[in-house]
């Protein structure tokens, strides 16, 4: 049985009429009327009953009719179904990132394509760049926003941003009166920081840059997320240095600050798996590089 016979069935069930069913399918007639006869003979069973003046169903016709709009019906819509998972306009996506990555363009990406595919399932995950390596690998997510590369050829990798770093202070530090401060000012100050074991390539880079600058920062707490380390700054537990996107977290009772020197910049990469050929990550890669350029430029 295929589905060109229940259309034909369909038609003639609701015009009870041959010939009008026929134009209504465009087609003759007699090639009509030998479709519903296979059909009946197909199914061993009388759908219509026929004579010269009228058309009318039979009982076992009229619940057939019924099933044949269902499953007329559930194939068109798994046909849609299918067409609109091949052109990535539904379906699930899982993205992965590095907590200071939510501010700035990241927002921007996501609500560019939450418009353009409002029907695509996103699973947005908070981890460190370390465990999106793991997970990427893992094929436990489709892409990642983190801080450092991966060197093996099975993960491809865009500069995504490439930020300055900014000290957090208190707002009634003394130097949060000054609109940008030194490297070396901030020598004696308890600094929070980062874990080395969550992120040991920002927290590296803190390290190696007042290092440069002529101190061994004093580490008196350490928190994991960059949010829990603004509020810490603003609990007056000591003072820190994060990337610039992180300043989004705005607190009446912290400032940021630039700094006077010239620093290190922070990457943050997009990435995902080589062999990973969904149309639905092509189509959020697009909408990211299209975001990345209209704002920045910097996306490479």
């Known amino acids: 049985m295929d589905l060109k016979k229940l259309r034909y069935f369909i038609a003639v069930a609701e015009e009870l009429h041959f010939n009008r069913a026929a134009k209504k399918l465009n087609i003759t007639q007699p090639p009509l009327s030998q479709q519903i006869q296979n059909l009946e003979e197909e199914l061993g069973v009388k759908l219509l009953e026929r004579t010269k003046r009228q058309v009318r169903l ?17 194939l068109e819509r798994s046909i849609k179904v299918t067409q609109l998972a091949s052109q990535g306009k539904i379906g699930h996506l899982s993205i992965a990132f590095v907590d200071s990555a939510v501010g700035g363009m990241m927002v921007n990406v996501l609500k560019r394509f939450r ?7 996103l699973t947005l995950s908070e981890m460190t760049s370390a465990q999106q390596l793991k997970a990427l690998h893992d094929g436990k997510i489709h892409v990642g926003f983190l801080r450092v590369l991966d060197p093996s050829k099975h993960i ?16 009634m530090h003394p130097l949060a009166l000054h609109p940008t401060v030194s490297l070396h000012s901030l020598a004696d100050e308890p600094f929070i ?9 920002f927290h590296d880079l803190i390290i190696d840059c007042c290092r440069q600058h002529g101190f061994q920062p004093h580490i008196v707490q350490e928190a994991v997320q960059m949010y ?21 977290f705005q607190r009446s009772d912290v400032v940021f600050r630039l700094f006077n020197e010239d620093t290190p910049r ?13 149309t639905i990550l092509t189509n959020f890669l697009e909408v990211m590089e299209e975001t990345a350029n209209s704002q920045t430029g910097n996306l490479v």
Do not use: C
């Open 228 to 248: 829990t380390i603004v509020n810490l700054v603003a609990a007056g537990i000591g003072i820190s240095i994060v990337p610039s996107s992180v300043s989004v």
């Open 156 to 171: 491809t990798s865009r500069l995504y941003s490439n930020e300055t770093l900014i000290a957090v202070l208190p707002e």
């Open 58 to 74: 039979t009982s076992a016709g009229t619940i057939f009719l019924e099933e044949s709009r269902n499953m007329v019906s559930q």
């Open 115 to 121: 418009e353009r595919f409002p029907d695509v399932q």
């Open 193 to 201: 920081l980062s874990p080395h074991h969550m992120g040991a390539s």
């Open 266 to 278: 922070v990457p943050l990469y997009a990435s995902w798996k080589t062999d990973m050929s969904e």
